[in-house]
């Protein structure tokens, strides 16, 4: 068993799919605050924020710890959490036809161990057609989402390649994790 410290339910249903035995709480971060050109050490510095202060309120005594962030990029922008719709039409635009990265960073800690990851996937996308775009902005379900990128959803149509784990890009690289997580 792990304490999953994410309120994401896609992470949760990556580790449920791994059979992975968790409990869900978290304590809040304020990623606003981080600032960083480069993508990397974006989600680096998020992940690791997240990790201190779930770690200070949870320790991984009763359970081992287990934090991720995610991070998209595309023409060399970080596209982070869009704050509203007409910040997800943009950060959706800028990812139609072109590659975009999705990189997620996970740490996890328990008594006899500490690992941390840094993965990355890459989606080659054909333009979106911006009927299906609108739909999905209206449908909300970008709300939340790092770069408003659902490719399990939205997205999945548009795929022409795939370059890395699709859980990475779902927010957990469950192919690494489930070497260390005892399930």
Avoid: H
């Amino acid at each position: 068993m792990i304490r999953l410290a994410s309120a994401s339910q896609t992470r949760a249903e990556l580790l449920k799919e791994a059979g992975i035995a968790f409990i869900q709480e978290s304590i809040d971060f304020d990623e606003d605050a981080i600032v960083a050109s480069c993508p990397k050490n974006f989600v680096y510095q998020a992940t690791l924020g997240k990790y201190k202060v779930n770690k200070e309120r949870f320790g991984i005594e009763d359970y081992p710890l287990l934090v991720a962030d995610t991070v998209v990029t595309s023409q060399n922008q970080i596209l982070r959490k869009a704050k509203c719709l007409e910040d997800a039409r943009n950060i959706l635009m800028t990812q139609s036809g072109n590659v975009t990265t999705i990189i997620t960073c996970m740490i996890y800690e328990s008594p006899k161990q500490k690992i941390l990851d840094i993965s990355t996937t890459q989606y080659y996308f054909a333009p979106f057609d911006l009927e299906d775009v609108e739909r999905y902005l209206q449908s909300g379900d970008w709300r939340g989402k790092a770069g408003a990128c659902m490719v399990e959803g939205f997205c999945k149509p548009y795929i022409k390649e795939v370059r890395g784990f699709e859980s990475t890009a779902m927010g957990l690289c469950v192919e690494i994790l489930q070497r260390f997580a005892k399930t």
